[in-house]
């Protein structure tokens, strides 16, 4: 994931707490579910909105077998006041979900080529924050990421 979603090893990783469930009984976090097939959807998706509907969340949950080394999760909020309106206006807008009780940051990963320090995260964090800070590196014997072990390699 640090090659694909990190901008080549030089972004961070945040590791939150999710509580198990919202009020109202649905996860906050959902387990991605790998396939490898792709699930057919036919020309209902534009007449049938219950089909639409269960294309949409199969879509959100579901990817390719081949990205099932990344044991993804992911966490959904909706978008308030004006939000939907300017999404709808501008699809590129890049919305953000403050940290809060019911998503408490926990970890923060940077990756190898970052050129971001633990020290210029922790400033912008309260002082009453929990947060564990580690570099990930490639692996030298295998295809994956490990935790940086050398001290002075640590961001």
């Known amino acids: 994931m640090w ?3 990190a901008d080549n090893h030089k972004g961070i990783c945040l590791g939150f707490d999710l509580p198990i469930g919202s009020e109202d009984g649905d996860p906050y976090a959902y387990k991605i579910k790998y396939k490898k097939k792709l699930i057919p959807m036919d020309s209902r998706v534009f007449t049938d909105e219950a089909y639409r509907q269960k ?3 199969i879509a959100s949950k579901t ?3 081949h990205w099932k080394y990344e044991k993804e ?3 959904w909020f909706s978008l308030i006041g004006n939000g939907p309106e300017q999404k709808r206006a501008d699809p590129n ?3 953000y979900n403050s940290f809060d009780e019911k998503l408490v940051l926990k970890e923060v990963i940077f990756g190898a080529r970052s050129r971001l320090s633990t020290c210029r995260v922790q400033h912008v964090l309260s002082p009453s924050e929990d947060v564990e800070f580690s570099t990930a590196r490639p692996s030298f014997r295998a295809f994956k990421m490990v935790r940086q072990r050398n001290e002075k390699h640590q961001k």
């Open 3 to 5: 090659a694909h979603y």
């Open 55 to 57: 294309m949409r969340e």
């Open 63 to 65: 990817k390719s077998k």
């Open 73 to 75: 999760w992911r966490y």
């Open 93 to 95: 807008l890049l919305f």
